[in-house]
């Protein structure tokens, strides 16, 4: 088996497979660090060192990296990925969520 989808591990009402001779090879999938608390740079950076994709996602526009803070993410830390989201607030997160 090539592919599944969704992944091994978790419930679904179908699954998608992949089935060859012979399956390409893949790069191994990286296990995604915390970076909720941290400046958006410096999240930004931690992901880009380990060659995890992101997509920010933000009430407002981004544009001074350094004043927004990620308040949580998706796929949670430890997990493996290729991508993650993260969803951010400026300055800093708001606990009543």
């Given amino acids: 088996m090539c592919e599944q989808d969704p992944p091994g591990g978790r419930r679904a ?23 909720t608390g941290l400046r958006l740079d410096v999240a930004e950076r931690k992901l880009g060192q380990r060659g995890l994709e992101y997509y920010v996602y933000a009430d407002d526009e981004v544009i001074i990296r350094t004043n ?9 830390s430890g997990e493996a990925a290729d991508e993650l989201e993260l969803y951010v607030e400026r300055f800093s997160c708001d606990d009543d969520d």
């Fill in 13 to 35: 009402k179908s699954v998608r497979l992949v089935v060859a001779r012979s399956c390409p090879e893949t790069a191994p999938r990286s296990r995604v660090p915390d970076v």
């Fill in 68 to 76: 927004w803070t990620v308040c949580s993410q998706h796929p949670e």
